[in-house]
């Protein structure tokens, strides 16, 4: 706690291991966001708002602040709320004198953090609605059954998470709530961190494959999926960890109604078809063929699930397209995944 | 190589570690269903064929065959080639004098064992004409690229495979074949069988997660699905490893044809709807929480990727409903996955 480095959990090591990364520069905190010490659209914003600021410490010219920019935006290709993090912190810093560079960095980073905050809060209770109203319909006492896909949940933001949001409202209001956890294959971020964050907040909860949601929903034991978004389109377009659209499939061949929950920096407005025009990350084959857990000796280790000559390939994400996506829930409300619910909600 | 005793490929120690298990009881035999020491539908029945002949060679009464029958039934409840291998070494032993039951139920298991290379060559070269079809349509010497869940391949059977049967076929005829081999979370049969035989025989194949699939579809990375089934019913719907019904919700929505491989020997002429009436097989939440492969040194290990006390669930099966099955590849030819289509090929 030195006042201006940044300490971030190295999500690699959970559940087994909590331990605190510091970041003292913007190339670790570059590396940081590239090798998923941190992930999370809305975290990895974050931890790029303070790369900036760490960059301003270094040298507050022109010219680091365009290199920080252009060196953070490069290490995820996909998800959006980067660019806009980055987008935000260049358009503020840019026009001050080069002496107030650096104060206003770490105060707009920090803003940038708070407003999360407050950003999932309120989605979270738009949320919350939803669920309230199918545990109306169920018989008193009877969870709601949510089935999720990767973690959107605080870890993956500054607080309060996307997807689990209303999830941790609602078992804190009481409304019983239990969750299928993907356990989101190839990184496994269901498994290591979206059951230990349920854990932690005693919310129940259990593990699955990612291939058991489709069974689940054909027997009637999932009454809705939220997941969350690392870009959703003017359109409605939603872009997710890989998995996503076939669990979205799922939903709208059994009538489960599937939701997406966001804050609204994760809107692209440039774009409207996002199966041309997102990129889509692949990430290394080893994510693929080596699984990393705790060994009979209690340590981190990795094992190989394939031969060593066996080729694999790992995209990261998917896209579920809008006429398969219920609604979208933001920090304004509950909307259409459509070009009209979106213009509407947001008034553009 | 006694003569009598049955020597069966340990799959779970493969890709890494090629070792032979010795079954010399029927005791043995029901243990290496149960434990998946073997595992794929016929694999399954020939196995248990020749378990009911152990079971002859310690005592050949009434009681015993009867008793051998039970015990190995009850090892899987979703496969239905073991209730077809079972009842037809019942029906051939039964009526004959105890002092012939012996040699008989040798000869028949590996009667059963013969039927099923010659089943799996002749659906083999059905399914090969599809592949042929796809390939006509495309530019000369561009692969066709199947996608493939779980393993249908030779390991699964006695010789050829179902799914991968026309594979193998085309890749002998010059005809160009890629695969797409999903991992088959959770026990890995994509990455660990599928991945092995296919590098064996020299098709070119690349290992995916269970998650990419979709992604691959809507970018018109994939010709034709071809999976293989547990059990299928007399209209059509197809058990087969959880997760296929994801793949062909999939398929249908991306407009690519769905195949699934199949002996006869797998149709359940009893029933009809395969969601209500099959039953599908939980299995330990050890298999989804801890993953086997090798480490640093060369050991097969384990690794835990939860917190110890995170609960799963896992559903070994799911159905895939005949209306996404594009067509059901057998030993007569290929059928539309319906009452009509199964009926008319085999003059039900």
Redesign the interface.
């Known amino acids: 706690m030195d006042g201006w480095s940044v300490e971030v959990i190295d999500q690699r090591r959970l559940?087994?291991d909590f331990s605190i990364v510091q970041l003292t520069n913007v190339e670790e905190a570059a590396v940081a966001i590239k090798d998923m010490v941190v992930r999370g659209a809305p975290l990895i914003g974050a931890t790029a708002a303070y790369g900036m600021a760490l960059a301003m410490r270094s040298d507050a010219s022109d010219a680091t602040l365009e290199d920080a920019h252009s060196m953070l935006l490069e290490t995820r290709p996909t998800a959006v709320n980067l660019r806009w993090a980055l987008e935000t912190m260049r358009e503020v810093l840019l026009p001050l004198p080069r002496e107030e560079r650096l104060v206003t960095a770490y105060s707009q980073a920090a803003r940038i953090c708070d407003e999360d905050v407050e950003i999932n809060r309120s989605l979270g209770e738009h949320g919350l609605k939803i669920l309230q109203e199918i545990a109306a319909r169920k018989k008193p006492g009877e969870p709601v059954n949510v089935l999720t896909h990767c973690n959107a949940g605080w870890i993956a933001t500054v607080d309060w998470g996307t997807a689990l949001a209303p999830i941790y409202l609602a078992h804190d209001s009481g409304l019983p709530v239990h969750v299928w956890v993907d356990?989101?294959?190839?990184r496994?971020q269901g498994?290591?961190l979206t059951?230990?964050e349920l854990?932690n907040h005693g919310v129940p909860?259990?593990?699955?494959?990612?291939?058991?949601?489709?069974?689940?929903m054909?027997?009637g034991m999932v009454d809705v999926c939220i997941v969350g978004t690392d870009r959703t389109t003017s359109c409605g377009d939603v872009c997710n960890?890989?998995?996503t659209?076939?669990?979205a499939?799922?939903a709208k061949?059994n009538g489960v109604p599937f939701y997406v929950a966001l804050p609204s920096s994760t809107i692209d407005w440039s774009l409207r078809d996002g199966?041309k025009e997102i990129p889509?990350e692949q990430r290394d084959a080893r994510e693929?063929?080596?699984?990393?857990?705790?060994?009979?000796e209690g340590e981190l280790?990795?094992?190989?699930?394939?031969?060593a000559?066996?080729?694999?390939?790992?995209?990261g994400?998917?896209?579920t397209p809008a006429r398969l996506v219920t609604g979208l829930i933001t920090e304004c409300g509950v909307c259409e995944a459509s070009e009209a619910g979106l213009k509407k909600l947001f008034n553009k």
Do not use: M
């Open positions: 559940p087994h356990e989101t294959r190839p496994n498994a290591s059951a230990w854990a909860h259990t593990l699955i494959v990612d291939n058991a949601g489709g069974h689940l054909q027997h960890k890989i998995g659209y076939l669990k499939l799922a061949d199966l889509i693929v063929t080596h699984v990393r857990g705790l060994n009979a280790a990795e094992v190989a699930i394939t031969e000559t066996t080729k694999a390939s790992n995209y994400f998917d896209v």
